[in-house]
């Protein structure tokens, strides 16, 4: 869904859920945008572009102002960012202009706004060879604190297969925890134009879903239940989705249960090598780290 000024913008209520959203604002050069955190902890990521955003809390406390260097895309670099806590105001400004995802969970503590620099954030590469990926754990409950927020970052080459095998976490169970997901997409260029990719969502008997949808740049895919995946880079195009997640666990923890029809593939990536195109971005960009 879109809302002025948001290029994307899914509320929990959107959603039909209780505890994930996502906005995507795109600011002009010289600009800056204004929001109200309300009831949800919320990230500034730059998805293009660089900012400045100052945090004001509480009349009781200063008001803090971080610098994010950004990236010219989600393609190009591991970017920073910034964490803002419930009941905070919020000021993005940019003095090139950009596009900036803001990540939100529904949260009962309020913690202290902070900056996340991208030399910390966790690149990890999982899975092999056709399932190779690059995963940037920017704020997994191992790499940075939130109340409930759990988000990630995943680049997936031309012709591989991401989110794979298919997985769910819509129970509450030894090894799975019940976690709203928002999939948000970015796909790379060709010569020829934009790309494309596709997506796959399907449920249980008790709770049927099933989607199979192509996605572009800026296509939201919700997960409410079910298992999901593979997020599918078709080839000659990168594949970037942003992952959103909270859910109502007193502990914030990101745990899932592979479709047990499919389990058996991890069992072959010890054999398989890891996709040499991977990683594709660090924190010092192509330039440096190639």
Known sequence: MTHDPYLTEITPGDAGWTYSGLRVVAIPPGGEHTLQTGDAETLVLPLAGSCQVTIGVPADEIAVTFTLSGRPDVFTRVTDFAYAPRDATVVISSASGGRFALPSA????RLAPRYGPAEKVPV???GAGRASRQ???FCTPEAFEADRLIACEVLTP??????YPPHKHDEDRPGEAVLEEIYYFEVASGPGGPGMGYQRVYGTAERPLDVLEEVRTGDVVLIPHGWHGPSMAVPGYDLYYLNVMAGPGTERAWLICDDPAHAWVRGTWAEEPMDPRLPMTSAAGP???R
Do not use: A, Q, Y
């Not at 529904?106 to 503590?109: G, I, K, M, V």
């Not at 031309?158 to 989110?163: A, H, I, K, V």
């Open 135 to 137: 995963v940037n754990n």
């Open 287 to 289: 330039e440096e780290e």
């Open 106 to 109: 529904r949260c009962e503590n």
């Open 124 to 126: 990890e590469l999982r």
């Open 158 to 163: 031309g012709g591989n297969w991401s989110s």
